[in-house]
């Protein structure tokens, strides 16, 4: 299939392209580069720096004629969408209405689209919960997810575009921007490494679902075998969970943490936040069910696997900074003279060096 992925350079999605392109896919990423990065870009897929309000990206459509769209650019930020729920709407509802109309336009085959199972559910019981659940969404962020779906299903249901939802838990790994929008499993990892004090929102005992991102990437290769199979049909596809099913406090996430950094969690405890559920878990049956996926990485395995990933990006990041730091000695040590030599070739004394006088002058 040749592939568009929309916020490939990112954390997520570049893991889904890496899947994508091992799988024989073709594909092509559009990423504005806001907080994705051109080294998370598979070599073998074609990275396009553009927005999705840029003229160019209608262009791109019609050019390669794609397959599937799978959509992963947004704003992913639950707190700055509390603080600018205009400009999350504008970036996470009126990106998604364009994109989805230059899909029917140029008619794409297929649309996979990404959208938050903590954030859309809000506060629900029980827990964990399935995709029958009516959501309660408790932020501009998971508004504007849900309203997505909405418009997905406008597309789906009056011009016939086949989609599929991957409603994501708290997903974790490599990549992962410890100083970005997200990302607790990161945050607390460069926090430990740099021996700083982590930061817990609340008393710490709040709940997630967290999901190794290696597992996400399989469920949208999954996602892909399942727009094959119905084709044209719109009545196919439909909204699925992919999380693990089970709950872990903040706390404990710390705890683990620690323990494979060898120190103490000691935190430093904050107000909690605007927009964030008590507790969050997402029931997966539906997609085992339909999709054949299941979470197969183990939390305490995908910690292990993303506190190594964080130890060996701070260790290259102190061996550049090494390497800067020896550079700039060793520049300044020949062009920067103690004073007592600068004085004497002032005065003429030190071979000329520095001499007051230009050549041929008395």
């Not at 003229?55 to 650019?73: I, Q, S, T």
């Not at 990485?297 to 550049?320: C, H, I, N, P």
Request: proline share 7%; charged share 20%; with cysteine.
């Amino acid at each position: 299939m040749r592939i568009l992925v929309t916020g490939g350079a990112g954390f997520i999605g570049s893991h889904v392209v890496d899947a994508y392109v091992a799988a024989g896919h073709e594909v092509v990423v559009v990423d504005n580069l806001s907080a994705g990065r051109r080294p998370n870009v598979n070599p073998e897929a074609a990275l396009y720096p553009l927005d999705l309000n840029s003229p160019h990206l209608d262009d791109l459509l019609r050019f390669h004629d794609f397959d599937v769209v799978n959509h992963h650019a947004a704003q992913p930020d639950v707190r700055r969408s509390v603080k600018d729920p205009a400009g999350d709407a504008a970036i996470n509802i009126g990106g998604t209405i364009r994109l989805l109309e230059l899909c029917r336009r140029h008619r794409v085959r297929g649309v996979i689209f990404v959208s938050s199972g903590g954030a859309i559910y809000g506060d629900q019981d029980p827990v964990p919960t399935s995709e029958d659940v009516l959501p309660r969404p408790v932020s501009p962020y998971g508004i504007g997810k849900l309203a997505g779906e909405g418009y997905l299903d406008y597309y789906r249901t009056v011009h016939g575009l086949p989609a599929v939802v991957l409603r994501y838990a708290n997903v974790y790994g490599p990549r992962q921007d410890p100083q970005g929008d997200a990302g607790v499993v990161a945050t607390f990892c460069r926090h430990l490494l740099q021996g700083e004090v982590p930061v817990v929102y609340g008393d710490g005992e709040q709940t997630r679902d967290f999901v190794y991102v290696g597992d996400v990437a399989l469920a949208n290769l999954l996602a892909l075998d399942l727009l094959e199979r119905h084709g044209s049909n719109g009545n196919g596809p439909g909204i699925f969970n992919i999380g693990t099913g089970r709950e872990t406090a903040v706390n404990a996430l710390l705890a683990s943490l620690a323990d494979l950094a060898g120190c103490a969690a000691a935190p430093r405890h904050a107000p909690p936040r605007v927009g964030e559920p008590r507790r969050s878990a997402l029931d997966p049956a539906r997609a085992w069910a339909l999709l054949g996926w299941a979470p197969v990485t183990s939390l305490d395995e995908g910690l292990g696997l993303t506190f190594e990933w964080f130890e060996q990006r701070l260790a290259a990041e102190r061996m550049r900074s090494a390497v800067r730091s020896s550079r700039r000695r060793r520049v300044r040590s020949e062009v920067i003279r103690p004073p007592e030599v600068l004085q004497a070739a002032m005065r003429g004394t030190n071979g000329g060096v520095l001499s007051r006088n230009h050549p041929g002058e008395e």
